[in-house]
């Protein structure tokens, strides 16, 4: 067991659901820094008052990459306690997971503290530093990426409480971020404005990027423009919101935006190089 007395970083409010990192989670699968590490060690961090987080993130992974392994970390100790009390459940078939799932629990926080000099694939950090100030993110990541295997992944985002809007970044070993992901549900969710626009996912932005949603930065840019091509592109609407977005995201690409990752257009993804979207200062 490789808990520590003192985990770096504070209790977050430890809000889960069933199914909320579904979007980000499916994105971790395919990716080669996953399906390619040499000890798929995956690290769910922060995974809150429940440990329903990492167990679905081990049995969404395990089909992609075989041997998958998730250590969820907590900071605080009675979250270890009950997260251990429901894998203990999932090990006696009680549960739809399999009573074979590769996860364990441990106390730890951004230092990641793993067994036996093990380093992770990925570390998935999810609704972590939305409580932070900005100035803290920089050393976060490279405090959670100096954990990494090489060629390891650090993913850092934020979602909405039913999963249906997230975004994040992907972060290399060195703590430098690559690229930037949004992702939503394209049908507009109960309660949004009208008319729906994909810039709601402003909301949820990454702690280094939600106080950047301002005229003259970059990531402000990219959600008017993404705006402006959802609302040309309307008359696909009779076609579905799914080709809708495509098309939208397609003139995104068209007008000279990076934007990666073409095949997963359809799950209402983009994905832009970090310094697409990079704050100006």
Not at 48 to 73: F, I, M, Y
Not at 218 to 239: I, K, Q, Y
């Amino acid at each position: 067991m490789a808990s520590v007395s003192s985990p770096s970083g504070h209790v977050t409010r430890g809000t889960t659901n069933t199914n909320r990192l579904r979007r980000v989670d499916r994105w971790i699968a395919r990716h080669p820094a996953l399906r390619r590490a040499a000890d798929p060690l995956v690290v769910d961090l922060g995974y809150g008052a429940s440990g329903v987080t990492a167990l679905e993130l081990e049995a969404r992974l395990r089909p992609h990459r075989p041997g998958v392994e998730v250590v969820g970390l907590e900071i605080d100790p009675e979250r270890v306690t009950a997260a251990r009390t429901q894998l203990a459940r999932v090990q006696a078939g009680l549960t739809p997971f399999a009573a074979d799932a590769r996860v364990r629990f441990d106390r730890g926080g951004f230092e990641v503290p793993l067994p036996s000099g093990r380093r992770a694939a990925v570390i998935r950090a999810f609704n972590v530093l939305r409580q932070y100030d900005e100035g803290d993110v920089a050393a976060a990541w490279a405090l959670m990426a100096s954990r990494l295997a090489p060629g390891g992944l650090l993913v850092e985002g934020t979602c909405d409480e039913l999963g249906r809007t997230s975004a994040w970044v992907a972060i290399d070993p060195a703590g430098m971020p690559r690229t930037f992901t949004a992702s939503l549900r394209l049908s507009a969710p109960s309660g949004a404005p009208e008319p729906w626009r994909p810039s709601l996912v402003a909301a949820r932005l990454p702690k280094a990027l939600i106080h950047h949603n301002v005229d003259g930065e970059r990531v402000h840019a990219l959600l008017t423009d993404l705006d402006r091509e959802w609302e040309r592109a309307a008359g696909m609407s009779p076609f579905g919101a799914v080709q809708r977005w495509r098309a939208a995201v397609a003139a995104l690409s068209d007008a000279g935006w990076p934007v990666l990752e073409r095949g997963r257009w359809r799950l209402g993804e983009i994905t832009l190089p970090w310094e697409a979207v990079a704050p100006a200062s």
